[in-house]
Nanobody, 128 residues
Framework: QVQLVESGGGSVQAGGSLRLSCATSDYPYSSNCMAWFRQAPGKEREGVAGIHTGDGFTYYADSVKGRFSISQDNAKNTVYLQMNSLKPEDTAMYYC?????????????????????WGQGTQVTVSS
């Protein structure tokens, strides 16, 4: 059974940094689309960053470009989200997601419904 397990969330002051990790287990696809989403209370889930693990191509939401960086460690079956210059509006539950089979990310990478597997989430709180 495929599992995605996030870690690395926490509380930080504005301007600080956090690195989130998403460890995958029993995920059989070495080349696929994975992404980080976030959801704040009362708001819709939004795509933050995506990566195609086959070629390393990355995608970012405009709100995080230049501040967040998504990366992968294939040997550890882990995807990371490095978050710098954090702002209070980055406060949310952050989720890791993976597509089924060896599917690309494409222009719709930030659409939650294209992802089959989800982690349980890790909370990020940024105080001003």
């Amino acid at each position: 059974q495929v599992q995605l397990v996030e870690s690395g969330g926490g509380s930080v002051q504005a301007g600080g940094s956090l690195r989130l990790s998403c460890a995958t287990s029993d995920y059989p696809y070495s080349s696929n689309c994975m992404a980080w989403f976030r959801q704040a209370p009362g708001k819709e889930r939004e795509g933050v960053a995506g990566i195609h693990t086959g070629d390393g191509f990355t995608y970012y939401a405009d709100s995080v470009k230049g501040r967040f960086s998504i990366s992968q460690d294939n040997a550890k079956n882990t995807v990371y989200l490095q978050m710098n210059s954090l702002k209070p509006e980055d406060t949310a539950m952050y989720y890791c997601a993976a597509r089924d089979r060896s599917l690309i990310c494409g222009a719709f990478w930030s659409a939650a419904d294209i992802y089959t597997y989800w982690g349980q989430g890790t909370q990020v709180t940024v105080s001003s």
